[in-house]
């Protein structure tokens, strides 16, 4: 069983940073893409930033040139460092593994003076 779990959200002010982290069990994490998605309060899901199996990042460009996704295949985990944060960005991240239905629980991220 696939389980993956989401840390790393809280609360910053606008032009601050974040880094959120991800940890797969259960699955051939190298062999898999992870992408990040995040939902904000009366909105629909919205893609974030994907890695490819190969280290190739894919990202919206609402975040390009402020995000940057990552991976530790050792350490099963996958990263989203979050810079020149803004209110937009504020919503419920979700970690995902591309391509299947397995996805986290998500984690808060709020951006407020």
């Known amino acids: 069983q696939v389980q993956i779990v989401e840390s790393g959200g809280g609360l910053v002010q606008p032009g601050g940073s974040l880094k959120l982290s991800c940890v797969v069990s259960g699955s051939a994490f190298s062999s898999r893409g992870m992408d990040w998605f995040r939902q904000a309060p009366g909105k629909q899901r919205e893609f974030v930033a994907l890695?490819?199996?190969?280290?190739?990042?894919y990202y919206a460009d609402s975040v390009k040139g402020r995000f940057t996704i990552s991976r530790d295949n050792a350490k099963e985990s996958v990263f989203l460092q979050m810079n020149s944060l803004k209110s937009e960005d504020t919503a419920v991240y979700y970690c995902?593994?591309?391509?299947?239905?397995?996805w986290g629980q998500g984690t808060q991220v709020t951006v407020s003076s």
């Open positions: 890695i490819t199996s190969g280290d190739k990042p």
């Open positions: 995902h593994q591309f391509s299947t239905t397995y």
